[in-house]
């Protein structure tokens, strides 16, 4: 079983800049490929980014391409999501997941994670 726990949410205004973070426990954080998803009020969850299990290989939803950034630290079993250039329309709840390693994995889609966590509100002023 794997615990997630996400920070660095907060209130910031249009342009700035946020990091998130998550930390893992109670599994092999480096063998698990890692994704932040968001949720906005009366919205389905998202997909926002996801990195493999060694930082080789990263997905962007096209929204946040060249703004955002996802990476990890194995040593630190903690993976981190480098937010640029805000806009109000990324204000959601942001969640990390974590994926056990399996061919034909699907980063892009909540289904193809099997851990969650509980979620950092990121909120966007105009």
């Known amino acids: 079983q794997v615990h997630l726990v996400e920070s660095g949410g907060g209130l910031v205004q249009a342009g700035g800049s946020l990091r998130l973070s998550c930390a893992a426990s109670?599994?092999?954080?480096?063998?698990?490929?890692m994704g932040w998803f968001r949720q906005a009020p009366g919205k389905e969850r998202e997909f926002v980014a996801a990195i493999s299990w060694s930082g080789g290989s990263t997905f962007y939803a096209d929204s946040v391409k060249g703004r955002f950034t996802i990476s990890r630290d194995n040593a630190k079993n903690t993976v981190y999501l480098q937010m640029n250039s805000l806009k109000p329309e990324d204000t959601a709840v942001y969640c990390c997941?974590?994926?056990?390693?399996?061919?034909?994995?699907?980063?892009?889609?909540?289904?193809?994670?099997?851990?969650w966590g509980q979620g950092t509100q990121v909120t966007v002023s105009s």
């Open positions: 997941a974590a994926a056990r390693t399996r061919i034909g994995w699907t980063p892009m889609v909540d289904r193809g994670y099997d851990y």
């Open positions: 109670g599994g092999t954080f480096g063998s698990y490929g």
